[in-house]
């Protein structure tokens, strides 16, 4: 059985950071691009990062370039988002999934080329 885990979200200032972990199994960790999506409320489930299946290629939504970083452990079957220079506009569910190879446009910002979406950790930025 195929789950992903996401944990490491809170309640942080603006300006502060955060670490969500994503923790994957049940499957050939190695063999997967994964992706980090988040929600806010009454919104659009919309792309975040994602880093390819090795770790040697990642993508960032404009919003969150520079201040965010995407990275995998291949070996522990984890990846990691890290979180600086938070914004109140980064409050949101925050969701990780796997990208199996080979699968529809190949484009790593399509939400619906995701797959074993995790249950989410909430992450709240206060001003």
């Known amino acids: 059985q195929v789950q992903l885990v996401e944990s490491g979200g809170g309640l942080v200032q603006a300006g502060g950071s955060l670490r969500l972990s994503c923790a994957a199994s049940g499957l050939t960790f190695s063999w997967y691009a994964l992706g980090w999506f988040r929600q806010a409320p009454g919104k659009e489930r919309e792309f975040v990062a994602a880093?390819?299946?090795?770790?040697?290629?990642?993508y960032y939504a404009d919003s969150v370039k520079g201040r965010f970083t995407i990275s995998r452990d291949n070996a522990k079957n984890t990846a990691n988002l890290q979180m600086d220079s938070l914004k109140p506009e980064d409050t949101a569910v925050y969701y990780c999934a796997t990208k199996p190879p080979g699968l529809g446009s190949g484009s790593y910002y399509v939400k619906d080329e995701y797959f074993n979406w995790g249950q989410g950790t909430q992450v709240t930025v206060s001003s």
């Open positions: 880093i390819s299946s090795s770790g040697s290629a990642t």
